[in-house]
């Protein structure tokens, strides 16, 4: 059974950075697309980002594309979500999860497994 644990998260102002990380164990994660989503209060769960089994393919939202950079080090089983330029808007809990198919969508119902999660604030 693969488990995934968030990290990373925390408080930062206004157009600083962070840098998620998403451990994996119980399975191998090369055998896995992964996902980064994220779920503000009172709102619906949305992707952020996707990348393919062997990090050839990357897919992100628009509201984070040239901020964030999804990447993965397989022989670490982690997955890694740098985040720089951040807004308040991208306040939410962060998750990540796995996918078995060698798609790369950020759509939430394709994905088997996911994280606890991490939380995100953006404040000044």
């Known amino acids: 059974q693969m488990q995934l644990v968030e990290s990373g998260g925390g408080l930062v102002q206004p157009g600083g950075s962070l840098r998620l990380s998403c451990a994996a164990s119980?399975?191998?994660?090369?055998?896995?697309?992964m996902g980064w989503f994220r779920q503000a209060p009172g709102k619906e769960r949305e992707g952020v980002s996707c990348?393919?089994?062997?990090?050839?393919?990357?897919n992100y939202a628009d509201s984070v594309k040239g901020r964030f950079t999804i990447s993965r080090d397989n022989a670490k089983n982690t997955v890694y979500l740098q985040m720089n330029s951040l807004k308040p808007e991208d306040t939410a809990v962060y998750y990540c999860?796995?996918?078995?198919?060698?798609?790369?969508?950020?759509?939430?119902?394709?994905?088997?497994?996911w994280g606890q999660g991490t939380q995100v604030t953006v404040s000044s």
């Open positions: 999860a796995a996918d078995p198919s060698r798609l790369c969508v950020i759509w939430p119902p394709t994905y088997d497994y």
């Open positions: 990348i393919s089994r062997s990090g050839s393919l990357t």
């Open positions: 119980g399975g191998t994660l090369d055998h896995y697309s």
